[in-house]
């Protein structure tokens, strides 16, 4: 069965950031960035990405300047358009919007 791009990232990254030296590393870079999402300054349940992937730049694997804290969401966008992944449509991203703004306001003035 042939692997999707998806699993070819997870695969090459897994490696590095299963290690001793990613958990330290991980915590030097959250610093770093102030504790927030370099994208769009969300604070909650960062992710630490690295900006060449793993599967193309081994070698940047563990370099600072490779890496930087992202929210998940941040990351899921990065990471989708790296695999081959379109960008949301603008009716979809007007979507997911009202989606949102029905979330945290779920009784809207009428």
Avoid at 33 to 45: E, H, L, P, S, Y
Avoid at 50 to 75: G, K, S, T, W, Y
Avoid at 78 to 101: F, I, N, Q
Wanted: proline share 6%; aromatic share 4%.
């Amino acid at each position: 069965m042939a692997m999707s791009k998806r699993d070819t990232y997870a695969r090459h990254s897994k490696a590095v950031t299963r290690t001793k030296r990613w958990a330290v590393l991980r915590q030097v870079i959250l610093e770093r960035d102030g504790w927030k999402c370099r994208c769009c300054g969300d604070r909650r349940r960062l992710e630490i990405d690295h900006i060449q992937p793993v599967r193309l730049r081994p070698d940047l694997a563990f370099e600072p300047r490779n890496l930087q804290a992202l929210c998940p969401r941040c990351h899921t966008k990065k990471t989708r358009l790296e695999v081959g992944h379109k960008e949301k449509s603008p009716a979809r991203k007007a979507w997911d919007r009202a989606v949102a703004e029905l979330a945290t306001n779920p009784n809207p003035a009428t």
